[in-house]
């Protein structure tokens, strides 16, 4: 999978996609995701990933979301490189990278929070 497969299944599944970029790093941002399950279920977030142009793509064990969805410090959370009003979610992805198996493991991140 490359980052560039992730941001097509995500704009073939009907979520908006932007880019940020901090300092030389390159985020992908999805804007205003809906939490379908868990304690947050029916809000929404942006989420953002570290992209690269690496190919093979292997996503970092990293969910950044917007706005925090836990205490900061609670449930393996800490401050965000994208900014303030980021939370960073570590979170391991185990699996063999595909998109749709990448969507839903932020699905099921959220849904744990």
Not at 21 to 31: N, R, S
Not at 70 to 86: F, K, T
Request: charged share 15%.
């Amino acid at each position: 999978m490359t980052a560039d497969e992730f941001q097509q299944h995500l704009a073939s599944t009907g979520h908006s996609v932007e880019s940020a970029h901090v300092g030389a790093d390159q985020y992908i941002v999805i804007k205003d995701m809906t939490i379908s399950a868990g304690s947050h279920a029916g809000k929404h977030c942006d989420v953002g990933i570290l992209s690269s142009t690496a190919n093979p793509w292997v996503p970092q064990p990293a969910v950044h979301v917007r706005p925090h969805l836990v205490e900061m410090g609670q449930a393996a959370s800490q401050a965000s490189a994208l900014g303030p009003e980021w939370q960073y979610l570590s979170r391991r992805f185990d699996r063999p990278p595909t998109p749709k198996g990448f969507l839903a493991h932020i699905l099921t991140v959220l849904g744990q929070i």
